[in-house]
């Protein structure tokens, strides 16, 4: 299948402080979603993305679709605890009836 | 509004007996259907997608076999379950991946003893 490399695999940071993490792919991709997944759960769609340039923000986060599309960022600005938890890049390739799924970042934020 | 269930919440299993897990989605019709895999602290696999009723496609050889008997429900299931197929299984939907997200139900932990 698709090979998707998500960066960094985990974060510890300070309350306040901002986040980015990104996803390469080795192929085009015509699609790239951003999930969040908490202990338990299934992954809650954060983000997508259509169009390659396409920049889109949900509240405090915000998510580029590259240039190249194969590649995607997802920031995160002002962290806050509610944030913790394992952040997913997935993209759909061309032609592609399925989504493959980046291995995550797991992220801690510290009060 | 479209919602998807996902049954049971957690399941623990002994090595050989069988497996069925249920995935229902409403509120849509002839939506694309998908099973995923999460083993503990990793990324998800896609085992299975459907398009259609009766129509799967599988992405890796493995101990499991899923079916579509109607528009709207995915069962995944096995003969005789094995250790390694211990892991969190999600049942996800959509409309059309190209242009349209997919949704995920809230998982069954399953464990293999």
């Known amino acids: 299948g698709q090979q998707l490399n998500q960066s960094p695999q985990s974060m510890f940071i300070q309350e306040g402080e901002d986040v980015s993490m990104n996803c390469t792919s080795s192929s085009i991709f015509n699609t790239w979603l951003w999930y969040k997944q908490e202990p338990g759960e299934g992954p809650v769609l954060l983000i997508a993305l259509y169009k390659a340039g396409e920049l889109t923000s949900n509240g405090r986060l915000t998510a580029q679709f590259g240039i190249t599309r194969k590649d995607s960022f997802l920031n995160i600005s002002a962290s806050i605890p509610s944030d913790v938890g394992i952040y997913f890049c997935a993209g759909v390739a061309t032609g592609a009836n399925n989504l493959f799924f980046g291995t995550g970042t797991r992220l801690t934020v510290i009060p | 509004s479209q919602t998807i269930h996902q049954w049971p919440a957690t399941l623990v299993q002994p090595v050989g007996s069988p497996l069925s897990l249920e995935c229902t989605v409403e509120?849509?019709?002839?939506?694309?259907l998908y099973w995923y895999r999460q083993a503990a602290g990793r990324g998800l696999q896609l085992l299975f997608y459907s398009v259609g009723i009766g129509q799967i496609s599988s992405e890796v050889p493995q101990n499991l076999s899923a079916s579509r008997p109607q528009d709207r429900q995915f069962i995944l299931s096995s003969k005789k379950l094995l250790l390694s197929d211990s892991g969190f299984y999600l049942c996800?939907?959509?409309?059309?991946?190209?242009?349209?997200?997919?949704?995920f139900g809230n998982g069954t932990r399953l464990t293999v003893t």
């Open positions: 509120g849509t019709s002839n939506p694309n």
């Open positions: 996800a939907w959509s409309v059309r991946p190209q242009d349209s997200p997919l949704h």
